[in-house]
């Protein structure tokens, strides 16, 4: 079994900046777990902590069942990709993967069958007598993860692996990743910053901030239901858009008002927003439940807004509108064929059903 638990993990660097505070994970036996957050927030240094690159300040880690804070790197039993590869430019693509089981001592043909098994499963086995510089970008990658595979690790860790790669590669590789892992069927923890990433390939994803977990949860339920305004922000893409305002209660009903329109909020969430009446709030909708008028057939009177059309992206598949209600900008998902005029006056339609609130304080998620 090779469950990774963090128990208060926290990293307090020589210049006392503590860059991973508190932290607690678990990682299931066979989980594919995505750490995500932005530049900075301190994915590497959990990761170098988990294979022991790195000296825990604070708490504990195990592997399996086993506390592994003074256990060296080496005997941790985990392989970790990184994201420039480091893989050896003077040893051929054979002994690059073959480099680590002859450092540990395994006999010959055992060294030949694995390098060979996964270089079959990596689909680079046409390729073991070449140097790295002979390689493309993605060939490199894919042996930086070979050697990963061949120790038959209990924990992979892999830390923005495909960042060096361009933008086709990526989606390939990542596809090859997930593939792999249920190939291998092996515990994984991968670290980005690409919210992509980690919505399509995590079977959980743990979102951080500032050293700080903020939710961990599978895709969707980070999506639809972000712990806070942070979260809601940083997946998805587009962001979810959000309008700060008041809730202002009119014949015992609530609607939100952004300054230059207002909305009628569902009654459903009259409980949760009664103790906000009155005060300012940040509302929160994502890009796909904003509907231009002309094609809802019936629109509740009170959620449409009338917008100025700054801005029309067409991407192929769909279309996005920047829209400007005269104190915001935001940004609505239509249909490849939708083309408003920029400049021109339109009416859209808010699902309010669909709507977020946040504490404007706190940024904590209201509903
Ligand atoms: N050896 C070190 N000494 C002092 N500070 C460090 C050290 N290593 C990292 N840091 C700081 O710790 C913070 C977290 O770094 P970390 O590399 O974990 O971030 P990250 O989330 O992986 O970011 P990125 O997405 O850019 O790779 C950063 O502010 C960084 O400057
Ligand atoms: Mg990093």
Request: glycine share 8%; hydrophobic share 40%; with cysteine.
């Amino acid at each position: 079994m090779a469950q990774v638990s963090l128990k208060n993990v926290t990293k307090v660097f020589a210049n006392s900046m503590k860059v991973v505070d508190n932290v607690m994970l678990g990682v299931e036996n066979k989980e594919f777990m995505v750490l995500v957050g932005p530049s900075g927030c301190g994915k590497s240094t959990t990761l170098r902590m988990i294979a022991g690159l790195e000296e825990i300040t604070k708490g504990e880690i195990y592997i399996g069942d086993k506390l592994v804070n003074d256990i060296p790197a080496k005997d941790r039993d985990i392989a970790m990709v990184f994201q420039n590869y480091a893989i050896y430019p003077h040893f051929t693509v054979f002994e690059n993967m073959a480099f680590g089981l002859k450092l540990r001592g395994y006999p010959k043909n055992e060294i030949v069958r694995r390098v060979n098994e996964a270089a079959d499963i990596l689909g680079i086995k046409h390729l073991l007598d070449r140097k790295p510089r002979e390689l493309s970008g993605g060939e490199r990658q894919r042996v930086a993860v070979g050697r990963a595979i061949v120790r038959k690790p209990l924990v992979f860790l892999f830390d923005e692996p495909l960042s060096n790669l361009d933008a086709k590669l990526r989606v390939q590789m990542r596809t090859e990743i997930h593939k792999l892992h249920i190939r291998l069927q092996s515990t994984i923890i991968y670290v980005t910053h690409d919210q992509v990433e980690a919505m399509t390939m995590g079977d959980r994803i743990a979102v951080m901030k500032g050293g700080i977990l903020q939710q961990v949860a599978d895709s969707m339920e980070v999506y639809d239901h972000p712990k806070n305004k942070f979260v809601a922000g940083f997946i998805g893409s587009p962001p979810m858009n959000f309008l700060q305002g008041e809730i202002i209660k009119k014949d015992a009903r609530l609607y939100f008002d952004e300054g230059k329109t207002i909305v009628k909020i569902v009654e459903d969430m009259y409980e949760k927003l009664t103790p906000y009446v009155g005060g300012d709030i940040i509302f929160g909708i994502r890009c796909e439940d904003i509907y231009d008028k002309l094609f809802v057939s019936e629109a509740p009177p009170e959620n449409i807004i009338r917008v100025n059309c700054e801005v029309v992206e067409p991407m192929g598949s769909e279309v996005y509108l920047y829209l400007n209600t005269g104190r915001h900008t935001f940004i609505a998902r239509a249909g490849a064929h939708d083309r408003p005029r920029v400049n021109q006056n339109m009416d859209v339609v808010f699902d309010m059903s669909k709507a977020h609130f946040f504490d404007k304080k706190t940024e904590e998620t209201i509903i």
